[in-house]
């Protein structure tokens, strides 16, 4: 393999020349340890940056495998060891405040998480080497190769980026941060077996500091959570932690109990800062989150109201029959849905993806898929409504499919009648009220009549048909982008994602997009059922994981910065794809 004197020797050789004589450093380039692999060069210095891989020996880097022998500590340590590359790079761009050259020339960037711990492509360990995917800007003055600054860069800064970072990090904050992640993937592998949906710690701080960013908020203001005593569950940990001083071997905290829960209280109590922990806590928390103890099982899904958004071939039929015109209720379709006939698809669709739970917060609910009270069902008769309310469906959904619920309502005593567990927060603190509330629904009869005609059925399934997941443009075979966090242009449409609120990481999004495109052509057959095509990519993801996902992908090469995603956000998107064609199986007790 060639070395880093090589590499000097091309940038020299092509100083001065133009943009395109920097296709001459693709390849491989060492230096003792260290291997740098130079897989893609953008066009010039304004298009996007360069892909380049950083791989350094285990001999050198010495990083002790027990930090990643098994799968979570792997991702644990592969997450800490990427924040630590991005913050060298924070650091070395601050040492040279100004970057020299055109467009994003000097530029260095890593594909680092947020709050959550995910599964990414951006670093990756064996025990023969660990290796850090980049993109660099390669420095230009306009056209012309600084073929000076470009050593400097890749000869000097990213080595030694990649020294401080890689390079014998400190073990106790490594093991730290990984027996953190582990033992909160150890409390989620046991929420089941415990009764539980969820479980949120005592101590934690839950509010965030803005609207737009989710950092912990800082300071006295945030009151920090404590379970009710009659909620209060004690669960062991798989690695002792440090409390105050003290080693701790177990953790207190409120466990959500299977079934119906209810989260009441006055507004601005916090009470949807407490469903929003729950439902972003299906994902492992950075140490130092305020949520790193709030632990939900993998399969809760946030279901809200998205009108507009398309529906194809859903079976809605349990929450609405008798549409104006005669329209389909069992095999629902809409370019167009309403608040309402949006909200009881989503939360089919996600039955059907296999959620064991749903989260609902009423600040994003359709109130009629809600409620309906004793006096509008005097005023507007059961034939002349099409819903039947969530309210009906919320006790059977566990007993007859399993499926808990956790739900936000501030507005509406007629659920008390359905719920396990009533939960008030009150100066954003939980208590257990379920007795009071008990004893008002025995006291106070709600007036309401029982609608609900039919009993909640099997989920359909659906196949989705060959053809109409089309990710060409144009003169273009594949044109796939993730524009942000919550928008994907697929081929010629777009996949609005902004009502999908777990998906976390832009990452995730770039994965789901990739994701459909290669579902389309691998295990979309006519055959298989949206269901066994998550389940593939499921799979997938397990056995080879994200690096392949690219549809240009080739072996050995810089794959493209991705995050696992869940098969319910990969369902989300499909479900949302406004090309989409889906055929219901028939149902097998029917
Ligand atoms: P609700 O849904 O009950 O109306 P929210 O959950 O939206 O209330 O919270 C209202 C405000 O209070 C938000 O700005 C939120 O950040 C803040 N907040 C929530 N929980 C806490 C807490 N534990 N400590 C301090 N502030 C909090
Ligand atoms: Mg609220």
């Given amino acids: ?95 040279r405040a100004e970057r020299r050259g055109s467009g994003k020339s000097g530029l260095v960037l890593v594909d680092v998480g947020g709050q959550e711990v995910l599964k990414r492509t951006a670093t990756v360990l064996t025990p023969a080497w660990v290796e850090v995917r980049l993109e660099v800007g390669l420095p230009a003055n306009g056209r012309r190769i600084l073929g000076r600054e470009a050593e400097q860069l890749l000869c000097n800064q990213l080595l030694a980026i990649a020294e401080t970072s890689l390079v014998r990090p400190p073990v106790d904050e490594a093991r730290h941060f990984v027996n953190c992640i582990e033992n909160q993937e150890a409390i989620r592998n046991r929420l089941p077996s415990l009764g539980l949906i969820a479980f949120v710690g005592d101590g934690s701080r839950l509010p965030r500091e803005s609207g737009a960013s989710d950092q912990p908020l800082a300071g006295e203001s945030a009151v920090a959570f404590e379970a009710p005593e009659s909620l209060r569950v004690k669960i062991d940990l798989l690695h002792p932690i440090e409390i105050g001083g003290s080693v701790c071997r177990s953790i207190e905290g409120l466990g959500v109990g299977k079934g119906v829960t209810l989260i009441v209280g006055g507004g601005y109590h916090g009470k949807s800062t407490l469903l ?242 290669f579902a389309a052509a691998c295990f979309i057959d006519g055959d298989r059922t949206l269901c066994d095509v998550l389940d593939e990519l499921d799979e997938l993801f397990d056995n080879r994981g994200l690096d392949e996902l690219d549809p240009f992908y080739r072996a050995g090469r810089h794959p493209g910065n991705y995050a696992r995603p869940r098969r319910f956000e990969i369902a989300a998107a499909i479900n949302r794809l406004r090309s989409l064609r889906m055929r219901q199986c028939e149902k097998r007790d029917s």
């Fill in 276 to 517: 929003d922990a729950i439902e972003r806590a299906v994902y492992p928390h950075i140490p130092g989150d305020g949520r790193e103890w709030v632990i939900s099982d993998r399969g809760l899904v946030k279901i809200r109201a998205e009108d507009g958004r398309r529906v194809e071939a859903v079976d809605i039929d349990a929450f609405i029959r008798n549409l104006p015109q005669g329209r389909s209720t069992t095999a629902f379709q809409s370019d167009d849905a309403s608040g309402s006939t949006s909200q009881a698809a989503s939360l089919v669709e996600a039955l059907e993806a296999g959620a064991s739970g749903l989260l609902l917060d009423e600040d994003t609910s359709a109130t009629n898929f809600m409620v309906r009270d004793a006096r509008m069902q005097a005023l507007i008769q059961k034939e002349h409504e099409p819903i039947t309310p969530f309210v009906e469906r919320v006790r059977e959904l566990h007993e007859a499919l399993s499926v808990s619920t956790v739900l936000v309502m501030g507005g509406c005593g007629d659920y008390f009648d359905t719920a396990d567990t009533v939960i008030a927060l009150r100066d954003f603190l939980p208590l257990d009220v379920t007795e009071e509330a008990r004893a008002i629904a025995a006291n106070t009869s709600s007036s309401r009549q029982k609608e609900a005609v039919n009993p909640l059925g099997e989920i359909a399934r659906r196949i989705p048909v060959r053809g109409s997941i089309d990710a060409s443009r144009g003169r273009r075979q594949v044109s796939i982008r993730a524009s942000s966090l919550d928008r994907i242009q697929f081929g010629r449409s777009e996949i609005d994602l902004r009502g999908v609120e777990q998906l976390v990481d832009r990452s995730q999004t770039r994965a789901i997009a990739a994701a459909i495109h």
């Fill in 1 to 95: 393999m060639p070395s880093f004197d090589e590499l000097r020797q091309i940038l020299g050789r092509i100083d001065g020349r133009s943009y395109n004589a920097y296709h001459e450093i693709r390849g491989a380039f060492t230096l003792r340890s260290f291997t740098l692999f130079v897989d893609h060069v953008q066009g010039d210095p304004y298009a996007a940056p360069s892909k380049l891989r950083l791989r350094i020996d285990q001999d050198f880097a010495e990083l002790p495998e027990e930090l990643y022998d098994n799968p979570v500590r792997c991702l644990a340590f592969e997450d800490f060891l990427t924040r630590r590359v991005h913050r060298a790079i924070c650091r070395d761009e601050r040492s």
